[in-house]
């Protein structure tokens, strides 16, 4: 049933996009909404599973993919 609300709720407000990030030597994949800052050392978004923002800095280039639908 969660699934419907799902759907309906996407085809409303928008897919999120996926983020696909590898740090420190892991790979995260999240689908993401509401983007605050977009650097080379410094991502900062919205998980949509969790509801909450995500701040990730490093000292290194941080390696990214993001697909929008």
Same mark, same amino acid.
């Given at each position: 049933?969660?699934?419907?609300?799902?759907?309906?709720?996407?085809?409303?407000?928008?897919? *999120?996009?996926?983020? &696909?990030?590898?740090?420190?030597?892991? $790979?995260?994949? %999240?689908?993401?909404?509401?983007?605050?800052?977009? !650097? *080379?050392?410094?991502? &900062?978004?919205?998980?949509?599973?969790? $509801?909450?923002? %995500?701040?990730?800095?490093?000292?290194?280039?941080? !390696?990214?993919?993001?697909?929008?639908?």
């Amino acid at each position: 049933m969660s699934n419907i609300l799902r759907k309906i709720w996407y085809w409303i407000v928008g897919y *999120p996009a996926e983020l &696909t990030y590898w740090f420190e030597g892991k $790979e995260f994949l %999240v689908h993401v909404r509401k983007f605050r800052e977009l !650097k *080379p050392n410094h991502i &900062t978004f919205m998980n949509v599973e969790t $509801e909450k923002y %995500v701040a990730i800095k490093s000292d290194t280039p941080i !390696k990214y993919i993001l697909k929008q639908e």
